[in-house]
């Protein structure tokens, strides 16, 4: 996910993609610990993705403060 695409999100719109990104990287580490994973770059993009994320959510909660 680019961080254009979080901009006209609200902080409840982030938070739920967060939680669905972490729930999913979850699963990809269970797959990777049973050795089936089959796209390891994945869980660097979702890593990524999440860091992006909760930048955004820093931002806007700076900012109401």
């Keep these: 996910m680019k961080f254009s695409e979080m901009k006209d999100m609200t902080l409840v719109e982030l938070s739920a993609k967060s939680r669905d990104l ?19 770059a994945r869980l660097r993009t979702l890593r990524r993705s999440i860091a992006r994320l909760e930048t955004r959510v820093s931002q806007l909660r700076n900012k109401a403060a």
């Design 22 to 40: 972490r729930h999913e990287i979850f699963n990809l580490r269970l797959q990777q610990a049973g050795a089936q994973l089959e796209k390891p």
